[in-house]
């Protein structure tokens, strides 16, 4: 604030010293200018008449002479400050408005009120850095589960797309260097509340000094960065960032479970989605046979690297070799738009293709092209810009990736499900088998509406009563979290798909398993049973209902009444 009332006295240091001159020559004059009586005496106006006078002369808002009629030589100086004034006055109105349009003060005023709505904020909140392709999923999806977020990007038409976004909660965003430690400062970046600082622009060096000045001035806070090479990855991880995501080597990793794994990933692809989406149908990539993958960047290596150990016979179409190196196998050199360039990859005999450029023009164009040689391909296709998701929505490939989206995803699924990149991990060394049987019974919980998944603690309030029934040789167990409140023999529609207990982990965990305070699970079903179990878990007479039989009475006279009659 400060600053802003600095700027201001500045620039109209020249226009409000005017004023206060034209003023004073004016009130002096007529103090010292003397009127005259009728009977040829002689007055003067007072001070404080002389400035009433001039106040609301100045104003062009009516003339009386006061106290009494002006002399000639009265009004021949009222004249002459009446054009000095409204001249002043002009060029004071003049330097405010100019003021008002100058680029320095609308940016110190924008920053004071950036910086009040971010102080004010009494929670926390995820600063992100970058409002993009993946800063833009990723803002909605913390507001729609109810998270602040403040953001800071250099690109002044993504501040004014925030503000036009409906989003559930009011998001702080100011145009701003992220590079620079005075905006992440100004962001709230050493705020007790500030839970996180995530790095989401293009750049690889803007994300990598701001994870280092996050860590540097806020080491408590989580750093989340984006980054799409390995040596900017190695240089975050060195000082110690929290997670580091590479949507290519993440996508990689998922085509290559695909191809192994393909219930996996249908169950990964599900879970990793909003809530309340459509159960997918599983994808499944071939496993043998020629795969083709045009361009041969950052994409295409790690594609390579990650299919090569598999065992999948590759060839490469790749117009510029010499810059982005060679593959150990087969290459073709070219775009993989013409249709000769496709045949010398033996197009024909191939069983799937990846249009992986960084054009998206030129990746529509090799899916197009492809299709027509070879109408059964499996088709993996790179979008770059959201703009033309239409256009690759029409174009029909069996998997699109988006390097921006899946980022978002895999932070809002950090954000949001803690517990789910566990699971998933964990479900990684199970065989395909066993994700299958577990898709069946997740679709099996189907209604009319897709089942959600959800977390539940287990909070202090079950405490007590546990040790009571453990008292009574009736321990509470996930079973009896499962039961339903209303009927005990009746199950909820709900799959309990990890159990941790401090550093401990269980996927799939034994029904029989005790229940503690402190232990968290992942779960999977119906909403109606997401209600039940918090309200079994919350409710001393309802837990000890699911786990005895008994149902208590309800108020402390029937209690009474009970121990009177026991």
Same mark, same amino acid.
């Given at each position: 604030?400060?600053? +802003?009332?600095?700027?201001?006295?500045?620039?109209?240091?020249?226009?409000?010293?005017?004023?206060?001159?034209?003023?004073?020559?004016?009130?002096?004059?007529?103090?010292?200018?003397?009127?005259?009586?009728?009977?040829?005496?002689?007055?003067?106006?007072?001070?404080?008449?002389?400035?009433?006078?001039?106040?609301?002369?100045?104003?062009?808002?009516?003339?009386?002479?006061?106290?009494?009629? =002006?002399?000639?030589?009265?009004?021949?100086?009222?004249?002459?400050?009446?054009?000095?004034?409204?001249?002043?006055?002009?060029?004071?109105?003049?330097?405010?408005?100019?003021?008002?349009?100058?680029?320095?003060?609308?940016?110190?005023?924008?920053?004071?009120?950036?910086?009040?709505?971010?102080?004010?904020?009494?929670?926390? =909140?995820?600063?992100?850095?970058?409002?993009?392709?993946?800063?833009?999923?990723?803002?909605?999806?913390? !507001?729609?589960?109810?998270?602040?977020?403040? +953001?800071?990007?250099?690109? $002044?038409?993504?501040?004014?797309?925030?503000?036009?976004?409906?989003?559930?909660?009011?998001?702080?965003?100011?145009?701003?260097?992220?590079?620079?430690?005075?905006?992440?400062?100004?962001?709230?970046?050493?705020?007790?509340?500030?839970?996180?600082?995530?790095?989401?622009?293009?750049?690889?060096?803007?994300?990598?000094?701001?994870?280092?000045?996050?860590?540097?001035?806020?080491?408590?806070?989580?750093?989340?960065?984006?980054?799409?090479?390995?040596?900017?990855?190695?240089?975050?991880?060195?000082?110690?960032?929290?997670?580091?995501?590479?949507?290519?080597?993440?996508?990689?990793?998922?085509?290559?479970?695909?191809?192994?794994?393909?219930?996996? !990933?249908?169950?990964?692809?599900?879970?990793?989605?909003?809530?309340?989406?459509?159960?997918?149908?599983?994808?499944?990539?071939?496993?043998?046979?020629?795969?083709?993958?045009?361009?041969?960047?950052? =994409?295409?290596?790690?594609?390579?690297?990650?299919?090569?150990?598999?065992?999948?016979?590759?060839?490469?179409?790749?117009?510029?070799?010499?810059?982005?190196?060679?593959?150990?196998?087969?290459?073709?050199?070219?775009?993989?738009?013409?249709?000769?360039?496709?045949?010398?990859?033996?197009?024909?005999?191939?069983?799937?293709?990846?249009?992986?450029?960084?054009?998206?023009?030129?990746?529509?164009?090799?899916?197009?092209?492809?299709?027509?040689?070879?109408?059964?391909? =499996?088709?993996?296709?790179?979008?770059?810009?959201?703009?033309?998701?239409?256009?690759?929505?029409?174009?029909?490939?069996?998997?699109?990736?988006?390097?921006?989206?899946?980022?978002?995803?895999?932070?809002?699924?950090?954000?949001?499900?803690?517990?789910?990149?566990?699971?998933?991990?964990?479900?990684?060394?199970?065989?395909?088998?066993?994700?299958?049987?577990?898709?069946?019974?997740?679709?099996?919980?189907?209604?009319?509406?897709?089942?959600?998944?959800?977390?539940?603690?287990?909070?202090?309030?079950?405490?007590?009563?546990?040790?009571?029934?453990?008292?009574?040789?009736?321990? $509470?167990?996930?079973?009896?979290?499962?039961?339903?409140?209303?009927?005990?023999?009746? $199950?909820?529609?709900?799959?309990?798909?990890?159990?941790?207990?401090?550093?401990?982990?269980?996927?799939?965990?034994?029904?029989?398993?005790?229940?503690?305070?402190?232990?968290?699970?992942?779960?999977?079903?119906?909403?109606?049973?997401?209600?039940?179990?918090?309200?079994?878990?919350?409710?001393?007479?309802?837990?000890?209902?699911?786990? !005895?039989? +008994?149902?208590?009475?309800?108020?402390?006279?029937?209690?009474?009444?009970?121990?009177?009659?026991?």
């Amino acid at each position: 604030m400060d600053s +802003v009332i600095f700027l201001i006295l500045r620039r109209m240091r020249a226009p409000l010293l005017t004023l206060i001159l034209l003023y004073s020559v004016a009130i002096i004059g007529l103090v010292l200018i003397p009127g005259q009586h009728p009977d040829g005496s002689r007055w003067h106006l007072s001070l404080f008449h002389a400035f009433y006078f001039v106040s609301y002369m100045s104003t062009t808002i009516g003339f009386g002479e006061l106290p009494r009629e =002006f002399s000639d030589a009265q009004r021949i100086w009222v004249t002459l400050c009446i054009y000095a004034t409204v001249t002043g006055w002009l060029y004071s109105v003049g330097s405010m408005i100019a003021l008002l349009q100058d680029k320095a003060l609308r940016r110190t005023m924008e920053e004071h009120r950036f910086a009040g709505h971010v102080r004010r904020i009494k929670e926390d =909140f995820y600063l992100v850095c970058g409002y993009g392709q993946t800063g833009s999923g990723l803002v909605r999806a913390l !507001t729609e589960r109810s998270q602040r977020a403040v +953001v800071l990007d250099n690109h $002044p038409e993504r501040i004014d797309l925030l503000k036009l976004e409906s989003l559930q909660e009011f998001v702080p965003a100011l145009r701003a260097d992220v590079r620079r430690p005075d905006s992440l400062l100004l962001a709230g970046l050493r705020s007790p509340y500030c839970a996180g600082v995530l790095a989401l622009t293009s750049s690889n060096e803007v994300n990598l000094k701001v994870a280092l000045a996050a860590k540097l001035m806020h080491p408590d806070a989580k750093v989340i960065c984006r980054a799409d090479s390995h040596d900017v990855e190695a240089n975050m991880a060195s000082f110690g960032t929290d997670h580091i995501y590479d949507p290519f080597d993440i996508f990689a990793r998922y085509l290559s479970t695909a191809i192994d794994s393909p219930c996996l !990933t249908a169950l990964q692809d599900w879970l990793g989605q909003l809530h309340s989406s459509m159960l997918p149908e599983p994808i499944y990539p071939p496993a043998e046979g020629l795969w083709i993958i045009c361009g041969y960047g950052r =994409f295409g290596k790690a594609l390579y690297s990650q299919l090569a150990a598999q065992g999948v016979e590759l060839i490469v179409v790749e117009m510029e070799p010499e810059r982005t190196g060679l593959p150990p196998g087969a290459l073709i050199k070219g775009r993989g738009t013409e249709a000769v360039t496709l045949e010398q990859a033996d197009i024909h005999r191939a069983v799937g293709i990846i249009a992986g450029t960084d054009n998206d023009a030129n990746n529509l164009s090799i899916i197009m092209t492809a299709k027509e040689l070879n109408p059964n391909l =499996f088709t993996v296709v790179r979008e770059n810009q959201l703009m033309n998701e239409e256009l690759f929505r029409a174009v029909d490939a069996d998997i699109l990736m988006h390097p921006s989206l899946i980022v978002a995803q895999r932070i809002r699924i950090l954000l949001s499900a803690p517990l789910l990149t566990e699971f998933v991990s964990q479900a990684d060394r199970e065989p395909d088998s066993w994700s299958c049987e577990l898709f069946s019974r997740i679709v099996a919980l189907a209604d009319e509406r897709p089942p959600i998944l959800w977390e539940l603690k287990v909070g202090e309030t079950f405490g007590p009563v546990a040790n009571q029934l453990t008292g009574q040789g009736q321990e $509470p167990s996930l079973q009896d979290l499962i039961r339903d409140p209303r009927n005990r023999d009746d $199950p909820l529609a709900a799959i309990c798909l990890m159990h941790t207990r401090g550093s401990h982990c269980c996927v799939l965990p034994d029904l029989s398993q005790r229940l503690r305070v402190g232990d968290q699970l992942l779960l999977c079903g119906r909403p109606e049973a997401r209600d039940w179990m918090q309200w079994t878990l919350n409710n001393p007479d309802v837990l000890t209902y699911v786990v !005895t039989g +008994v149902s208590l009475p309800r108020g402390s006279l029937w209690r009474w009444l009970q121990r009177r009659q026991s």
